[in-house]
């Protein structure tokens, strides 16, 4: 190697001393994930035990075979009962109910929304937005969305091309 250095770079948007490889920039944020990810989940359990419910059956009033076939899910279900005094074959148990499969929908919106907030990704749409032909005022534009983590990440981004060039040049 002609440049003297060691043929790797390093690359690091969040330096901390006693890492050599820094931290990842959404290091913090694993956590909320994990909670969003466990909300989401229990959301779809959630509405999956209400759409298919459990069923208890009467033994003495239906037969096996019908405990086997009988779908709770289906629609206009006719079931023939034994004559003995007509009692209850099976019953139906009611998931969550509803009212909490709505908090848990709100509780996950409101992660989401903390998410995008930690995260910074409002910064990174507003840039986005920016995307466009350029013109005379695009670059102020441009540079006036930057907040500084998104300055401080480009400087280090930066540093390590101005590493890679050299080695390349």
């Known amino acids: 190697n002609w440049h003297g250095q060691f043929p790797v770079s390093r690359l690091m948007l969040w330096s901390l001393p006693w890492h050599f490889l820094g931290r990842a920039l959404l290091h913090d944020l694993l956590p909320l994930q994990d909670g969003i990810n466990q909300s989401e989940q229990d959301i779809q359990l959630g509405i999956r035990k209400w759409m298919?419910?459990?069923v208890i059956y009467n033994r003495n009033a239906v037969s096996e075979n019908f405990m086997r076939i009988f779908d709770a899910r289906r629609t206009g279900a006719k079931v023939k009962l034994t004559a003995e005094g007509m009692k209850e074959g099976f019953k139906l148990q009611d998931?969550?109910?509803?009212?909490?499969?709505?908090?848990?929908?709100?509780?996950?919106q409101l992660m989401i929304a903390k998410f995008h907030d930690l995260s910074g990704t409002p910064n990174l749409q507003q840039l986005l937005e920016l995307r466009q032909l350029p013109g005379a005022d695009t670059l102020q534009a441009y540079w006036q969305a930057l907040t500084p983590e998104l300055r401080q990440e480009g400087r280090a981004v930066e540093g390590f091309l101005?590493?890679?060039?050299?080695?390349h040049k």
């Open 162 to 167: 101005r590493d890679v060039a050299t080695m």
């Open 95 to 108: 998931g969550p109910a509803p009212a909490v499969i709505a908090l848990a929908m709100e509780h996950l």
């Open 52 to 54: 298919d419910p459990t």
